[in-house]
């Protein structure tokens, strides 16, 4: 049974920051990863959307990666801004199981001005 | 992107009536959509998989009767709380993708509050 795993939970970092943000997952075949950012209250506005055959994924200020032999991807911000802070989610599209996207639980993201 | 609108936004009901919530995609056909619940500070749990034109698929420990899936059109699936009791209070949020292995895409949100 695939399982997503973000961390950290929770993250507080001075504006201007570049960070990373990370995600794993146990089965390693995967359709699709994607990187999902969402305000309080609100749905989900998605950033970043990584085919199993690519490497990585840029927008802007963000790039993301995606190593699927490891099972890992990462999320980098950079030169944060407190406009970033909201919760973002990793999910995966599982193979074989109708297009099902399975969620990590998120990584909490605080930028202080 | 595709444009995917859910309603109402929000509710609030008394405990033991049906809440009745809408996810409609506005500029596709939406051969699958799916329904998830979101608890505070938590992530999206998949509720169920609905294909047009067939019944929803759930996932395990979720009562079909008591949430009922409606996917009659290729644009209108409905979400229906049966019975609402206070603890289906959560964030309920639809997609909706073209089918197969192809993009989701997501619903603003319906947040519901069972008095």
């Known amino acids: 049974k695939q399982e997503v795993t973000q961390i950290p939970a929770a993250l507080s970092v001075p504006e201007g920051e570049n960070l990373v943000l990370n995600c794993s997952f146990t089965d390693s075949a995967i359709y699709n990863l994607q990187w999902f950012r969402q305000d309080p209250g609100k749905g989900l506005t998605s950033l970043l959307l990584?085919?199993?055959?690519?490497r990585e994924q840029t927008s802007g200020r963000l790039n993301a990666s995606l190593d699927k032999s490891s099972g890992r991807s990462t999320l980098y911000i950079a030169a944060s801004q407190p406009g970033d802070s909201a919760t973002y989610l990793c999910a995966v599209t599982a193979y074989n199981q109708g297009g099902k996207l399975i969620f990590g639980q998120g990584t909490e993201l605080s930028v202080k001005p | 992107g595709a444009v995917v609108s859910q309603h109402p936004s929000w509710v609030i009901c008394k405990s033991g009536t049906s809440v009745k919530i809408e996810c409609r995609s506005l500029d596709f056909q939406a051969t699958t959509m799916f329904w998830y619940r979101q608890f505070p500070k938590q992530s999206l749990m998949l509720m169920a998989t609905s294909n047009e034109g067939s019944k929803a698929t759930y996932e395990q420990g979720v009562e079909k009767d008591k949430f009922l899936i409606n996917h009659a059109s290729l644009t209108l699936s409905t979400l229906t709380v049966t019975s609402a009791h206070p603890e289906d209070s959560s964030f309920y949020i639809c997609?909706?993708?073209?089918?197969?292995?192809?993009?989701?895409?997501f619903g603003p949100g319906t947040r519901l509050l069972v008095l």
């Open positions: 997609s909706a993708s073209s089918g197969g292995l192809e993009t989701q895409y």
């Open positions: 990584i085919q199993s055959s690519q």
